[in-house]
């Protein structure tokens, strides 16, 4: 194809209107900030940009996400750990990136979603370190059709709840923490279920027949008054709110540890904020799983939908 190196300016008229593309797809890539093309993954105008340099903590390929302990954010963050999804684009990473590579990157805030992109090594790893939230060998998650085990945790009111109590309805359960900092992560899984909670409430019947379960694994500083405070806060009935639809839990840590191991939801501290994964599950009257979204992209709709789809069955 394209082997002489002056190719760009001596073609004849035809070459010179490819190589005005080529120019321009060249330019692209290196000014990847202003045309992104992510693989249908649209990034708006409003977009913010940082630049972000840490250390590779875990990668996450099944979630797509990688979790780095990184510096301070000028003006956005202070340095922590946090997991950080990646886009189409640079999926390359999952296969690539190791615990403990130093890295550079560009966290992009865009509405609600936030990702990273132009990921750079700048310093490969000595040796394998521990890998953290990595899976364990033999580690098996739960899926559809196992029973749910009954584990017993506590709610927003200080009250013990075991899982077994809600059979007769389709249970909806996904696991949070009332501190996470980005807006993707636990606040989404949380305006999620505020929107299916309005959706459900619109059939009386629907509504009676199902429960909504928010669990945080943030055990030492997600108490009942937090829970509830928070809880309150995405119903919108705040103090009066009674919680009898959509409870928020927590548990001793062995309690919290069993049933997100049940999910294979990892997590972890790391300098005072705890890495995560995500797991949402649908749990059918009988007590046994129906579906489990992993990662943070279902959404209210498809989840009603299978909701509606487990109790016409
Ligand atoms: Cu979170």
């Known amino acids: 194809m394209m082997t002489k190196p002056n190719f760009f300016f001596t073609g ?4 010179s209107a490819r190589a005005l593309i080529l120019l321009a797809a060249l330019l692209c890539l290196s000014i990847s900030f202003s045309c992104r093309q992510t693989g249908g993954e649209a990034t708006s105008p409003n977009a913010r940009r940082y630049d972000l340099q840490g250390k590779v903590v875990a990668v996450d390929k099944a979630e797509k996400r990688v979790s780095i302990s990184h510096e301070e954010i000028k003006e956005y963050m202070d340095a922590m750990t946090m997991p950080f999804a990646v886009r189409k ?3 390359w990473a999952l296969d690539v990136l190791k615990p403990g590579d130093k890295v550079t990157a560009v966290l992009v805030v865009d509405g609600g979603l936030t990702w990273i992109e132009n990921i750079v090594i700048t310093e490969e790893s000595a040796g394998n370190t521990d890998a953290g939230a990595q899976p364990g ?3 098996r998650e739960a899926q559809p059709g196992d029973t749910l085990p009954n584990f017993s945790l ?4 200080g009250k013990k709840i075991r899982l077994a109590e809600y059979r007769g309805r389709a249970l909806l359960l996904t696991f949070i923490y009332t501190r996470c900092p980005l807006p993707d992560y636990c606040p989404l899984m949380s305006e999620n279920f505020k929107a299916l909670e309005k959706e459900l409430k619109k059939d009386e019947a629907l509504y009676a027949r199902t429960h909504l379960l928010s669990i945080s694994f943030d055990t030492a500083y997600d108490t009942p008054k937090v829970l509830k405070s928070y809880g309150g806060a995405y119903t919108e ?5 009674k919680f009898t639809h959509w409870e928020f839990a927590t548990g001793t840590p062995e ?3 069993d049933i997100a191991a049940f999910f294979g939801l990892r997590y972890y501290n790391e300098s005072g904020q705890i890495v995560h994964g995500l797991r949402t599950a649908i749990i059918t009257p009988e007590g046994k799983v129906y579906k489990v979204y992993r990662g943070n992209e279902w959404k209210p709709e498809e989840a009603l939908r299978d909701i509606q789809a487990v109790m016409n069955k």
């Open 12 to 15: 004849t008229g035809h070459n």
């Open 89 to 91: 684009n640079d999926y």
């Open 137 to 139: 060998a033999g580690e």
């Open 154 to 157: 506590i709610n927003q009111d």
């Open 237 to 241: 009935n705040y103090t009066s709110e």
């Open 255 to 257: 309690e919290i540890r």
